[in-house]
RNA sequence: GGGGCCGUCGUUCAGCCUGGUUUAGGACGCCAGAUUGUCAAUCUGGAGGUCGCGGGUUCAAAUCCCGUCGGCCCCGCCA
């Protein structure tokens, strides 16, 4: 069999006999002489039927087409004189075939095996094998490989244990939809696959592991997107006796090696830090792209002092107003504009005021008659003439989301991205809590897990959302990597927030005993954090799809094209499980 | 649950708005022949499509209407 790669053979083999095995690439036939790349995970080789060297193997080669599985061997050489391939890692060489056996025919491929050209994503995931062949997969499935390398070689240096934890687990409240898994055993029971280790992981601190990781896979059923999967899977890690300083170290290290050595990436030492508030006061978002400026302005003392009645009325409801600057933004027509107020609506604002700087001092909006230049300049410094400013007034939250969101959608229209820029960043005390309306009750935002600030912690009774957690979040480029937080390791601590999150005694007990219970048993400080994998490989390896970044992704209906997973199973299976099926039309 | 875009030879795209001039066209691939230095080889010739599916309007439907299936993107959802 094989003696070399396809993409290793250079002018050091000059000479030398070798036998390559792979697939068929492309035939270019000359008449006498006929061309053939080979192609293995390495790279190409093109190797040369001569019928002067071997008129059998020169025979053979008409028979060959692409995806045929060969073996060949003959003598590396030097190409004649100005033929060499620059392009081509082997370019320099070539093989003149000795023998060739075809190991294997080949249908021909419903498409080429090649980067070039897109093909219907539909088909990409039917044949996927096919589509794994292709040099942009290959490379994809192999930065995957690397960072995954990177991440165990690191934490195996830090004296983490890799430990497994179950696949077939208990359905926990809160969060996302299980998945499900009957047991044939305990009739009418369910195991669910797991949305994250996160209990196990906490327990393993409990059983004295001290630092454990796992590149876990975690089930979630909610409705797919460009970037999420039903299953994914996470680097996740949990460490006994540190405090968060001590994990956002450690992981910023972790994350500039594998930076660094799977994408030659340099990232800043240390990640700067953000307080949640700052991020959404000043981003519109828990997860800011720094990568452009563009911040949203505060205009309370402008808007108080205003004639504008929607400002004045919303300051007196509480809410708050806030602006972004548009540089240059005057040459933006009026029916653009309309149409980004249409978008602010279907944010959830009541609508969007705009004003053009037409020269000094000068508005053009309008609500312009309503509104002082010279104090509205001022509260905005950024602003100047060519300048668009674009007002959201509301609740703190809505105005937050309609012009964070704008923010990145106009940085996107308007090109402010610096696309090879890398802006890390850590977002910290988070909230702990939020009022869910519908719920008509607390839910963590993080999980309900989370420790809240030592100084923060008497407000858990008196003032419940104002309550900071040690949580923390790495974002990179406006996307969230990761996120952790230090957990409650104290049983009182833990039953007071189960409380407030309206879970009972009793449902605390039924869902979450166990963990409760290892509690009590000398439980140490710990904290932890899990990184999503898939989106970390789409990051480095510019996939614009999560779907790129894994070898057998589902689609949109969480179909599999290739094995037509999920499918119906028979009578018998169904009977042996207890399972009725009463399918709703 | 909701909104949007898309579906035409193996692949990819045009044609659709404004129904008939289309025997549905180009490129890539495929098949055959030619070809001794190509590497997205080239040249010549050829095969290949019930226009996703069903129904309707019409003298006439790839084209207009309704439904349906599938793919993608987004909102909700994703502690």
């Not at 040459?331 to 005021?353: P, V």
């Not at 309008?366 to 001022?378: E, G, N, Q, T």
Request: charged content about 25%.
């Amino acid at each position: 069999m094989r003696t070399h790669r396809c993409g290793e053979l250079s002018r050091r083999h000059v000479g030398q006999t070798v036998t390559l095995n792979g697939w068929v690439q492309r035939r270019r036939d000359h008449g006498n002489v006929i061309f053939i790349d080979v192609r293995d995970r390495q790279g190409l080789t093109q190797i040369v039927f001569n019928p002067e060297i071997s008129p059998a193997a020169h025979q053979q080669a008409h028979v060959l087409r692409g995806e045929f599985v060969v073996a060949v061997t003959g003598t590396v050489a030097l190409r004649p004189e100005g033929s060499a391939n620059p392009n081509l890692a082997t370019g320099e060489i070539e093989v003149l075939v000795k023998t060739v056996e075809i190991l294997n025919d080949a249908r021909t491929p419903p498409f080429l095996i090649e980067d070039e050209g897109e093909v219907t994503e539909a088909l990409r995931l039917k044949y996927r094998y096919l589509d794994l062949r292709r040099p942009k997969m290959q490379r994809l499935l192999r930065l995957r490989h690397e960072v995954m390398q990177q991440a165990r070689s690191f934490l195996n240096g830090q004296d983490f244990l890799e430990v497994e934890t179950p696949m077939l687990t208990k359905s926990t409240p809160e969060g996302a939809r299980d998945y499900l898994v009957p047991s044939r055993v305990n009739p009418g029971c369910f195991y669910a696959l797991p949305q994250s280790p996160q209990l196990f992981k906490q327990i393993l601190m409990v059983s004295g592991i001290d630092r454990y990781y796992q590149i876990a896979r975690c089930f979630r059923d909610e409705d797919l997107r460009n970037d999420r999967q039903p299953e994914f899977t996470q680097i996740d890690l949990e460490l006994s006796f540190i405090d968060r300083e001590q994990v956002m170290v450690l992981m910023e290290q972790m994350i500039r090696l594998v930076f660094q050595t799977t994408a030659g990436v340099e990232l800043p030492a240390p990640f700067p830090r953000m307080a949640y508030a700052e991020a959404m006061g000043r981003y519109g978002s828990d997860k800011p792209d720094l990568r452009f400026g563009m911040p949203l302005h505060d205009l309370q003392d402008f808007a108080s002092k205003t004639e504008f009645k929607v400002f004045r009325e919303t300051l007196a409801k509480g809410g708050i107003v806030k602006a972004i600057v548009v540089k240059g933004g005057v040459e933006i027509s009026r029916s653009r504009i309309d149409a980004l107020g249409e978008t602010a609506k279907g944010f959830g604002a009541k609508g969007l005021a705009w004003v053009k700087i037409v020269g000094a001092g000068q508005l053009e909006s309008v609500i312009a008659k309503f509104l002082d230049a010279r104090s509205l300049l001022a509260a905005v410094p950024d602003a100047q003439t060519g300048d668009l400013l674009l007002f959201v007034a509301d609740k703190p939250k809505v105005v937050y989301d309609v012009l964070g969101r704008l923010r990145l959608l106009l940085a996107e229209e308007r090109n402010l991205i610096d696309q090879k820029a890398w802006r890390p960043l850590w977002v910290v005390d988070f909230p702990m809590l939020e009022y869910d309306e519908a719920l008509k009750r607390y839910v963590a935002i993080h999980h309900p897990f989370t420790a809240p600030l030592d100084e923060d912690l008497p407000l858990l009774e008196t003032d419940p959302l104002k309550v900071r957690a040690k949580a923390y979040d790495l974002v990179m480029n406006g996307s969230e990597l990761g996120g952790g937080s230090i957990r409650i390791h104290r049983r009182e601590v833990q039953s007071q927030v189960f409380d407030l999150l309206g879970i009972g005694k009793e449902e605390a007990a039924s869902k979450f005993g166990f963990l409760l219970e290892a509690l009590e048993y000398g439980a140490p400080p710990h904290g932890g954090i899990a990184f999503g994998l898939d989106r970390l490989i789409m990051l480095l390896g510019g996939a614009d799809s999560i779907r790129d970044v894994i070898a057998f992704p589902k689609t949109q209906r969480a179909q599999c094209p290739m094995t037509d997973a999920p499918s119906h199973v028979g009578p018998e299976q169904l009977k042996d499980l207890s399972i009725k099926l009463d399918l709703i039309e």
